[in-house]
T-cell receptor
Framework: AQSVTQLGSHVSVSEGALVLLRCNYS??????LFWYVQYPNQGLQLLLK??????LVKGINGFEAEFKKSETSFHLTKPSAHMSDAAEYFCAVSHGAGGYNKLIFGAGTRLAVHP | DSGVTQTPKHLITATGQRVTLRCSPR?????VYWYQQSLDQGLQFLIQ???????AKGNILERFSAQQFPDLHSELNLSSLELGDSALYFC??????????????FGEGSRLTVL
């Protein structure tokens, strides 16, 4: 069975500081990994995804994540936080493409950015 | 705008009642997924339909049912509602093409409040 663990339900950073949101996954097959962001009263928006190939993936709004198979991790980073980054972030895993496979989500990490 | 449309956006009802949530997927997407988001359970996968047929089932209660119609829109029926069913219900869709990489596109959700 697949699962996702997000370490830290709440993370608070200063504007301009590094953002690091942690995600570890469990999967018996090569995973597809995703980070989604949810702004208040909105749906989930894809930030970035890893399927195959380059393990460092870049997404929207300056975010990036690195797939580390040996550590079963897919941590999300951004060099410099902006106030507009305040939102809830979800890591998710699926084990394939083709539209057949549901995403399993972590519990989410709420990011607060203070001046 | 993800292209996934959900109605109604907000719904308030009483315990014991029945409601229907509607979802129109992105144009051309054959797969529809339903998720429940609550404070204590996080994002839980409920059910997936592909081209009118049930594809995968998650933590969906027997009081809940769904279907996907020939025009590919989907409905989630919730009956004998309980206070604990209050949540945000998301619909998502995905393509089924060779280029698909498992990404889901989410609607803005239907917020159900059971009083």
């Amino acid at each position: 069975a697949q699962s996702v663990t997000q370490l830290g339900s709440h993370v608070s950073v200063s504007e301009g500081a590094l953002v690091l949101l942690r995600c570890n996954y469990s999967s018996s097959v090569p995973p597809y990994l995703f980070w989604y962001v949810q702004y208040p009263n909105q749906g989930l928006q894809l930030l970035l995804k890893y399927t195959t190939g380059a393990t460092l993936v870049k997404g929207i709004n300056g975010f990036e994540a690195e797939f580390k198979k040996s550590e079963t991790s897919f941590h999300l980073t951004k060099p410099s936080a902006h106030m507009s980054d305040a939102a809830e972030y979800f890591c998710a895993v699926s084990h394939g493409a083709g539209g057949y496979n549901k995403l399993i989500f972590g519990a989410g990490t709420r990011l607060a950015v203070h001046p | 705008d993800s292209g996934v449309t959900q109605t109604p956006k907000h719904l308030i009802t009483a315990t014991g009642q029945r409601v229907t949530l509607r979802c129109s997927p992105r144009s051309g997407d054959l797969s529809v997924y339903w998720y429940q988001q609550s404070l204590d359970q996080g994002l839980q996968f409920l059910i997936q339909y592909y081209n009118g047929e049930e594809r995968a089932k998650g933590n969906i209660l027997e009081r809940f049912s769904a279907q996907q119609f020939p025009d590919l829109h989907s409905e989630l029926n919730l009956s004998s509602l309980e206070l604990g069913d209050s949540a945000l219900y998301f619909c998502a869709s995905s393509a089924l093409t060779g280029a698909n990489t498992g990404e889901l596109f989410f609607g803005e959700g239907s917020r159900l409040t059971v009083l």
